[in-house]
């Protein structure tokens, strides 16, 4: 790619979040990561250039130093950052105006600094198209469950529970109702994902379609079943092989597991049999995808109501010395510094700082964890004759990324604070107030925070 080169023509609208957009290329697996603020802004409080790219530095940093050695080398991409010529930024953000939602229309992309981030187009296998003339398939789960208008029966922990029975059910539950949690792309085209707000539930039969080529062989196999129902069902089973497959497989004896905490086995939206959960909690191959996640996960042991008093203590001393923010490293840089910080706090709360940091600076990496996409890509691998004669089950290549790794702001953590209490207090009113001290046990019980056991 040649920067001073960039033509607006050979990119296309391919996603957004809520900070930032996204433009794949339409010849190469590339896609260009753009950050997003609020169109409300006025341009005094908009980040100058060199802010945007101490930004974008920061996620790059945070995304190499901090959550690859945490989440493992091969499942994160951490991109590089590029300076755009301003002339292509602006054409492009007029381009891809039209493509977007109606619902990320509050914030505007980022014309003015020029800084992106570049990565590999993790919706598509390099080179696989000289091997084989079906598109990869990718779906793209976001683990954390958002706040949309339908109850979803989607349940994480069945997801994380390492049971291929519960995943089924919670991926299957997904397709049913993907709402901000599930996307499939094929050849890099978005195929399946829920639009604004839910209103229209996307068509099953559509997907069935799309993926009909990649399980031919099914078509007849199942006596007494609907096809495309055989279809899903291969879907789904490949997409849980792939989240169960980990370095360990190839090794003789039993893979190490991880597993979730007993004490909070389900959520109450998992439709999933309360009998079968008994047997349910397989846990996860230690090197699986769901497992590195898991742990990251774990790595925040105080729950917000413990890590605010911790904040208000880093605030504290942060008034008194402004100066210490730097050697904190409040706001990065991410570095190998921040991960000993992160690594190595103390377990005991000795009243210092230092604690108080650590245990905020693990926090946020949690978040980080909590709120992450997996994006699983496979494709068929070469047709063999066997496979021509539909004598086989097909056999697919793939790859498995985690993306959105940005880190959680520090002053994120008032605002989950207050989002924190606005749910007690709703759950408040709409359970009559049970006492405070099983109020407290119970929403635990429907968060999802996974603890170590
Ligand atoms: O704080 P919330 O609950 O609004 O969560 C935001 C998510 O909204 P949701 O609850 O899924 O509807 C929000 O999800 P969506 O993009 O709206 O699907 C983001 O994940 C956001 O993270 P970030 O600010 O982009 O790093 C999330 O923000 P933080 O995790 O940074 O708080
Ligand atoms: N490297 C990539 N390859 C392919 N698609 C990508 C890549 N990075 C992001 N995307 C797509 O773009 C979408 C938005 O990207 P991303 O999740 O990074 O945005 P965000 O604003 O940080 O999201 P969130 O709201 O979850 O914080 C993703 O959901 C995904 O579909």
Same mark, same amino acid.
């Given at each position: 790619?040649?920067?001073?080169?960039?033509?607006?023509?050979?990119? *296309?609208?391919?996603?957004?979040?809520?900070?930032?957009?996204?433009?794949?290329?339409?010849?190469?697996?590339?896609?260009?990561?753009?950050?997003?603020?609020? /169109?409300?802004?006025?341009?005094?409080?908009?980040?100058?250039?060199?802010?945007?790219?101490?930004?974008?530095?920061?996620?790059?940093?945070?995304?190499?130093?901090?959550?690859?050695?945490?989440?493992?080398?091969?499942?994160?991409?951490?991109?590089?950052?590029?300076?755009?010529?301003?002339?292509?930024?602006?054409?492009?953000?007029?381009?891809?105006?039209?493509?977007?939602?109606?619902?990320?229309?509050?914030?505007?992309?980022?014309?003015?600094?020029?800084?992106?981030?570049?990565?590999?187009?993790?919706?598509?296998?390099?080179?696989?198209?000289?091997?084989?003339?079906?598109?990869?398939?990718?779906?793209?789960?976001?683990?954390?469950?958002?706040?949309?208008?339908?109850?979803?029966?989607?349940?994480?922990?069945?997801?994380?529970?390492?049971?291929?029975?519960?995943?089924?059910?919670?991926?299957?539950?997904?397709?049913?109702?993907?709402?901000?949690?599930?996307?499939?792309?094929?050849?890099?085209?978005?195929?399946? &994902?829920?639009?604004?707000?839910?209103?229209?539930?996307?068509?099953?039969?559509?997907?069935?379609?799309?993926?009909?080529?990649?399980?031919?062989?099914?078509?007849?196999?199942?006596?007494?079943?609907?096809?495309?129902?055989?279809?899903?069902?291969?879907?789904?089973?490949?997409?849980?092989?792939?989240?169960?497959?980990?370095?360990?497989?190839?090794?003789?004896?039993?893979?190490?597991?991880?597993?979730?905490?007993?004490?909070?086995?389900?959520?109450?939206?998992?439709?999933?049999?309360?009998?079968?959960?008994?047997?349910?909690?397989?846990?996860?191959? *230690?090197?699986?995808?769901?497992?590195?996640?898991?742990?990251?996960?774990?790595?925040?042991?105080?729950?917000?109501?413990?890590?605010?008093?911790?904040?208000?203590?880093?605030?504290?001393?942060?008034?008194?010395?402004?100066?210490?923010?730097?050697?904190?490293?409040?706001?990065?840089?991410?570095?190998?510094?921040?991960?000993?910080?992160?690594?190595?706090?103390?377990?005991?709360?000795?009243?210092?700082?230092?604690?108080?940091?650590?245990?905020?600076?693990?926090?946020?990496?949690?978040?980080?964890?909590?709120?992450? /996409?997996?994006?699983?890509?496979?494709?068929?691998?070469?047709?063999?004759?066997?496979?021509?004669?539909?004598?086989?089950?097909?056999?697919?290549?793939? &790859?498995? &990324?985690?993306?959105?790794?940005?880190? *959680?702001?520090?002053?994120?953590?008032?605002?989950?604070?207050?989002?924190?209490?606005?749910?007690?207090?709703?759950?408040?009113?709409?359970?009559?107030?049970?006492?405070?001290?099983?109020?407290?046990?119970?929403?635990?019980?429907?968060?999802?925070?996974?603890?170590?056991?």
């Amino acid at each position: 790619m040649e920067l001073d080169k960039m033509d607006e023509n050979d990119w *296309k609208y391919h996603g957004e979040g809520n900070k930032s957009l996204v433009v794949s290329h339409l010849q190469h697996c590339r896609v260009l990561r753009l950050l997003k603020f609020p /169109s409300e802004d006025s341009a005094h409080t908009r980040q100058t250039a060199e802010q945007a790219f101490r930004h974008i530095l920061n996620i790059v940093d945070y995304s190499k130093y901090v959550m690859k050695p945490l989440l493992g080398e091969k499942y994160v991409h951490s991109g590089e950052v590029v300076k755009l010529p301003l002339d292509f930024v602006r054409q492009l953000s007029l381009k891809v105006q039209q493509e977007r939602p109606e619902l990320r229309c509050d914030k505007v992309m980022d014309t003015f600094s020029g800084c992106g981030l570049c990565l590999p187009n993790l919706t598509q296998l390099p080179l696989h198209h000289l091997r084989d003339h079906r598109p990869p398939i990718c779906v793209e789960i976001k683990l954390a469950n958002g706040k949309w208008k339908r109850l979803s029966r989607y349940c994480p922990l069945d997801l994380f529970s390492g049971s291929k029975q519960r995943m089924y059910v919670a991926l299957k539950n997904l397709l049913e109702e993907p709402q901000n949690n599930l996307k499939i792309f094929k050849g890099g085209e978005l195929i399946f &994902s829920c639009k604004d707000d839910a209103k229209q539930q996307p068509e099953l039969n559509d997907l069935i379609q799309h993926l009909r080529p990649y399980f031919s062989h099914s078509n007849g196999l199942y006596n007494g079943h609907q096809p495309g129902k055989a279809i899903l069902n291969e879907f789904i089973q490949v997409i849980c092989s792939a989240l169960l497959s980990g370095g360990d497989s190839n090794r003789s004896g039993e893979p190490r597991k991880v597993h979730l905490s007993e004490s909070r086995p389900h959520c109450e939206a998992s439709p999933f049999p309360r009998d079968l959960l008994r047997n349910g909690n397989h846990g996860l191959p *230690k090197d699986s995808v769901l497992a590195k996640i898991l742990q990251v996960q774990m790595l925040d042991n105080l729950d917000i109501e413990g890590i605010y008093p911790l904040y208000k203590r880093v605030e504290q001393y942060l008034e008194e010395f402004p100066k210490e923010r730097n050697r904190l490293q409040i706001d990065g840089p991410y570095n190998e510094s921040f991960m000993d910080k992160v690594k190595n706090c103390p377990t005991e709360d000795d009243g210092s700082v230092e604690y108080a940091v650590g245990k905020v600076h693990q926090y946020r990496v949690a978040m980080t964890a909590k709120d992450c /996409s997996v994006m699983i890509t496979f494709a068929p691998c070469e047709e063999d004759e066997e496979q021509q004669l539909k004598l086989e089950k097909p056999r697919f290549t793939y &790859s498995i &990324s985690i993306l959105d790794l940005d880190p *959680k702001p520090y002053e994120g953590i008032p605002h989950q604070y207050k989002l924190d209490t606005k749910i007690v207090n709703y759950y408040l009113r709409s359970t009559q107030a049970p006492p405070p001290s099983s109020l407290y046990k119970e929403r635990q019980e429907c968060t999802l925070l996974f603890h170590a056991v």
